[in-house]
């Protein structure tokens, strides 16, 4: 059981950059394997990136390789999204999300994950 809580959201120019935090308690988040996903308006959840629960293992969505780079500091318990080269299309609400795992498998559907931060807004003007 783990309770999430997103923070570092904002309104950015396009090509700008942000660093989203996911916060987590409970004193077994070293064995969650941890998501981020988005959902911009008018359209359905979608993957950005995952991490597994020693951070041996990453994997990013196609529209943000090279750009997002995923990251999880066990020890505060902590997953990062660093957002580089930001575009409008990025614009979305934000959520991070866990599982119960201790494999290197990242996970990158919705319905793989039990639990969800509230979301926070990223807003990339043209």
């Known amino acids: 059981q783990v309770q999430l809580e997103e923070s570092g959201g904002g309104l950015v120019q396009a090509g700008g950059s942000l660093r989203l935090s996911c916060a987590a308690s409970?004193?077994?988040?070293?064995?969650?394997?941890m998501g981020w996903f988005r959902q911009a308006q008018g359209k359905e959840r979608e993957f950005v990136a995952g991490i597994n629960w020693n951070g041996g293992m990453t994997y990013s969505a196609h529209s943000v390789k090279g750009r997002f780079t995923i990251s999880r500091d066990n020890a505060k318990n902590m997953v990062n999204l660093q957002m580089n080269s930001l575009k409008p299309e990025d614009t979305a609400v934000y959520y991070c999300?866990?599982?119960?795992?201790?494999?290197?498998?990242?996970?990158?559907?919705?319905?793989?994950?039990?639990?969800w931060g509230q979301g926070t807004q990223v807003t990339v003007s043209s």
């Open positions: 409970g004193r077994t988040f070293s064995v969650y394997a």
């Open positions: 999300a866990a599982v119960r795992s201790v494999s290197v498998v990242v996970f990158t559907t919705v319905n793989d994950y039990d639990y």
